[in-house]
């Protein structure tokens, strides 16, 4: 309070525990900006950003790898190709990157949040004295057609599958994580393949959704760190496409006519 703001309605109006500013003075979760620069990498940044907290190095590790993971899939995915297209439309950097981000909706980068939600409900059914592939076999039958998590478009098993469970592994066995998530999702990926010429095994949303709420983040942040990841792909081709030369751009190449239905 002061004679400017003498309730201290104005100052209380966006008040926040993420950042401190006064002149002078940055901190970011009480610690001084100027200690964190040069000593703390980005990926620790986001941890304590959203945690509030410091993230040990095995935890900072395996947070990284999920985020590594899932930074590009190149222009087949929505986001890329719009990206690329809004930078031809001679709009700036930001202007293309936020297009881009704008797709990652339910049906485009929403499957990691969908996946920590599914995953979540097989726990929360064997919490109630269930098997495990009980609760997996109930959670399935209840959820809608669409599982998030498993099976690809492009590939019969995503590369990105095995480095990424296998550092979940790892950390279950050392105790940075406690493994639940990755005994629901192993157990959801086993019944998947029940019966099936073909198995169904996870996929990059699976494998970064389990290591994200291993970690701990809610639902919600597993959309809100794959929207952080894929950024930086999304950049890196609007930034390209800037250096092509060319104009507008659409989604079709020029010589191909969309079909006309009557």
């Known amino acids: 309070m002061n004679d400017i703001d003498p309730t201290g309605a104005v100052a209380d109006w966006w008040a926040t525990g993420i950042s401190r500013m006064e002149p002078g003075v940055i901190e970011l979760r009480g610690r001084p900006v100027q200690d964190l620069i040069g000593t703390t990498g980005l990926t620790p940044m986001i941890w304590l950003m959203l945690r509030g907290d410091l993230p040990t190095a095995r935890q900072a590790a395996l947070l990284e790898a999920a985020l590594v993971a899932a930074v590009d899939h190149g222009p087949q995915a929505p986001s890329i190709a719009i990206a690329r297209m809004a930078a031809t439309c001679g709009v700036g950097l930001n202007n293309a990157v936020a297009s881009a981000v704008n797709t990652l909706g339910d049906a485009h980068g929403g499957a990691g949040e969908q996946c920590v939600r599914l995953l979540d409900a097989v726990l929360q059914r064997e919490a109630t004295g269930l098997d495990l592939r009980t609760a997996a076999e109930r959670t399935i039958a209840d959820w809608p057609r669409y599982l998030p998590g498993f099976g690809h478009r492009f590939h019969p098993r995503d590369p990105r599958r095995d480095p990424l469970l296998a550092l979940v592994e790892d950390a279950v066995r050392d105790g940075v994580v406690p493994g639940r998530h990755l005994r629901a999702g192993k157990s959801l990926e086993a ?60 989604p079709i190449p020029r010589t191909v006519l969309p079909t006309h239905r009557p």
Not at 204 to 225: H, Q, S, V
């Open 191 to 250: 019944l998947l393949a029940e019966g099936r010429d073909k198995p169904v095994p996870m996929n990059i949303d699976g494998a970064t959704a389990i290591i994200y709420a291993e970690l701990g983040f809610p639902a919600p942040l597993a959309r809100g760190l794959f929207v952080l990841s894929r950024s930086i792909g999304i950049l890196a081709h609007a930034w390209e496409e800037t250096q092509s030369g060319q104009r507008n751009k659409g």
